[in-house]
Nanobody
């Protein structure tokens, strides 16, 4: 069974940095595209796309984080990273990773990111 576990969340100041990790177990990471999503604590907020890295290594990031966030992968470690720099208060959210291949998708439980001024 494929499982995803996020880590690296915590408290950062505005302008600071955090690096999130998503470890995939139960399958080889290399066959999956992996994306990061986030959901703020605003009532009714939807999960928002943040970044994606495909099996080829090609990446896509949302306009809201472009130039600040970078997604990367280490298939040998079955891990995908989200490097978050120059954090803003609006980046505070629960961050989730998602692995997808065709119609299959798997989600992690999320890791909390808090940003203080």
């Amino acid at each position: 069974q494929v499982q995803l576990v996020e880590s690296g969340g915590g408290l950062a100041q505005t302008g600071g940095s955090l690096r999130l990790s998503c470890v995939v177990s139960g399958a080889s990471l290399s066959i999956y595209a992996v994306s990061w999503h986030r959901r703020t604590h605003v009532p009714g907020a939807q999960r928002e796309f943040v970044a994606r890295i495909r099996q080829s290594g090609a990446t896509t990031v949302a306009d809201s984080v472009k130039g600040r966030f970078t997604v990367s992968r280490d298939n040998s470690e079955n891990t995908v990273y989200l490097q978050m720099n120059n954090l803003k208060r609006e980046d505070a959210a629960v961050y989730y990773c998602r692995a997808e291949r065709g119609s299959l998708e798997y989600w992690g439980q999320g890791t909390q990111v808090t940003v203080s001024s």
